[in-house]
């Protein structure tokens, strides 16, 4: 079995190489570019099983590079990191498509954890025969990632999408805010960012609001659930 091929985009030569070398030594294939367009043209040559991407980049910036990796179909996990580090930064970040985000300056520790972990769930959603997700009348597509109620297309963001498609694995089970923090985000919950409780609502507003029957529901003090209608 071939090591994970990991492309790392990043323009500060002494942060690349030294990734590179560190991703390395514990057995991965590691590839870098130093810009952002260098790096599609590489993605779109090869198979990479998870980008590392700084935001800050010459030709296209991090938020650009994700959004044209996504456009063009790939679910290859992606960890932003970056320098900048505000909520709003990191919504954009997620919104682009990225599935986690690590703010300079991190301890290579924890971005080994990140890599392993979206590594694991990668290969873990390949191996998933069941490829439609439903809650009443809700049906989510994993292979076309298309989102449907009554019928009616909704068009979601990466991580909305990922977010519905674990509330809709733990469909009548309550999970709280770590959980989907650790689930969704891969991030340790830290419970001075209210990221999740903003991506709840932006879901509740696509997925509920329209329609007559709520299927998210807030169980106070625990955290959120996905109900089917009765």
């Known amino acids: 079995m071939n090591n994970p091929k990991i492309l790392i985009v990043e323009d500060e030569q002494k942060i690349a190489d030294a990734l590179r070398q560190g ?86 520790r924890e971005l080994l954890m990140k890599v392993r972990v979206l590594l694991k769930r990668s290969a873990g959603q390949q191996r998933d025969t069941g490829h439609i997700l439903r809650a009443g009348e809700l049906e989510v597509n994993l292979h076309s990632k298309e989102v449907k109620r009554e019928g009616r297309a909704i068009n979601l963001t990466a991580k909305e999408f990922q977010l519905l498609e674990y509330l809709l694995r733990n469909k009548n089970r309550v999970v709280s805010r770590a959980d989907i923090a650790l689930n969704v985000w ?45």
């Open 23 to 108: 991703l390395a030594e514990h057995g991965y294939d590691v590839q870098v570019a130093y810009d952002g367009r260098l790096a599609l043209k590489l993605f779109s040559a090869d198979a990479f099983d998870l980008l590392i991407v700084d935001i800050n980049l010459p030709g296209l910036s991090g938020y650009e590079l994700c959004t044209q990796v996504r456009a063009g179909g790939s679910d290859v996990p992606v960890i932003m990191l970056t320098a900048l580090r505000s909520l709003n930064d990191k919504i954009e970040g997620y919104d682009a498509g990225a599935d986690d985000y690590l703010t300079k300056p991190f301890e290579f």
């Open 186 to 230: 891969d991030i340790d919950f830290d419970t001075n960012t209210n990221v999740i409780d903003v991506y709840i609502n932006y879901l509740r507003n696509k997925v509920d609001k329209p329609f007559a029957d709520r299927l998210i529901h807030t169980q106070v003090g625990m955290g959120y659930i996905l109900k089917e209608t009765a």
